[in-house]
C-alpha cells in the first residue's frame, strides 16, 4: 500500500516566519504535489514536480515555494507566512501517466494556523 | 478555475438509502475520478473512469460518464453511516500535463 507521510497534523506558526512543509511517500512515485483546501473552494493546486528538482507552478503558487532534492521526499515553504495562508495543506503522489498513473495517492493533510 | 463542479453541495438521506453526486466538467479529459475524505482526513481515491467507458462498478459505487454532456454521477447503493464524508471529482485533462483537478465537493451525510 502506498504511503504518503505529512510531518505534522497541526501547525500553528507567526505571521512572517518561514513555514517548511514536509511530505515523504514511499512508492517511488515520480509525480507529488501539494494542495490547499479550504472551505468552498476545493483543493487548489499549489505546486506539483513530475521528477527530482523539476516544479511546476500551479494555479495558486504565490507566497510558496517548493525543493525536491530527492524523489521520496516534496517540501512545500512558506518564505513569510502570512494569515491568508491558513489552511489544510494536502500532499499527494502518483506515478507517471505512461504506467497508468494521475490516481493521487493522498497524505492525512497538516492544518496549518498562522497568526 | 474550477474543473469539475459537485452537484449538489449538501446532502443528507437515511441509511439504507442511494445516494447520488453529480459532476460537471469543461474541457476534453483522459479520465474522471472520484475521491472521498473523511473529516478532517486526506483523500481516498474511490474509483477511475475512462474518457471511452460510459459505466463503471466498484461494490456498492456505480459511476456514469457522459462526455457528450460532459458530466458524470456517483451513486452509492444502501448507504452505511461510514459512508459519511466529502467526496469529490477530479479530472485528468487530454492536453497538458499530469495534474488533476479537483471541484469544491459534496458533503454527504448519512442518517443512522
Known amino acids: 500500500d502506498v504511503k504518503v507521510t505529512q510531518s505534522s497534523r497541526y501547525l500553528v506558526k507567526r505571521t512572517g516566519e518561514k513555514v517548511f512543509l514536509e511530505c515523504v511517500q514511499d512508492m517511488d512515485h515520480e509525480n507529488m504535489f501539494w494542495y490547499r483546501q479550504d472551505p468552498g473552494l476545493g483543493l487548489r493546486l499549489i505546486y506539483f514536480s513530475y521528477d527530482v528538482k523539476m516544479k511546476e507552478k500551479g494555479d495558486i503558487p504565490e507566497g510558496y515555494s517548493v525543493s525536491r532534492e530527492k524523489k521520496e521526499r516534496f517540501s512545500l515553504i512558506l518564505e513569510s507566512a502570512s494569515t491568508n495562508q491558513t489552511s489544510m495543506y494536502l500532499c499527494?503522489?502518483?506515478?507517471?501517466?505512461?504506467?497508468?498513473?494521475?490516481?493521487?495517492?493522498f497524505g492525512n493533510g497538516t492544518r496549518l494556523t498562522v497568526t | 478555475s474550477q474543473q469539475g463542479e459537485e452537484d449538489p453541495q449538501a446532502l443528507s438521506i437515511q441509511e439504507g438509502e442511494n445516494a447520488t453526486m453529480n459532476c460537471s466538467y469543461k474541457?476534453?479529459?483522459?479520465?474522471l475520478q472520484w475521491y472521498r475524505q473523511n473529516s478532517g482526513r486526506g483523500l481516498v481515491h474511490l474509483i477511475l473512469i475512462r474518457s471511452n467507458e460510459r459505466e463503471k462498478h466498484s461494490g456498492r459505487l456505480r459511476v456514469t460518464l457522459d462526455t457528450s454532456k460532459k458530466s458524470s454521477s456517483l451513486l452509492i447503493t444502501a448507504s452505511r453511516a461510514a459512508d459519511t464524508a466529502s467526496y469529490f471529482c477530479a479530472t485528468d485533462p487530454t492536453w497538458g500535463n499530469e495534474k488533476l483537478t479537483f471541484g469544491t465537493g459534496t458533503r454527504l451525510t448519512i442518517i443512522p
Open positions: 499527494a503522489s502518483s506515478p507517471p501517466r505512461r504506467f497508468g498513473g494521475s490516481v493521487l495517492h
Open positions: 474541457t476534453s479529459i483522459n479520465n
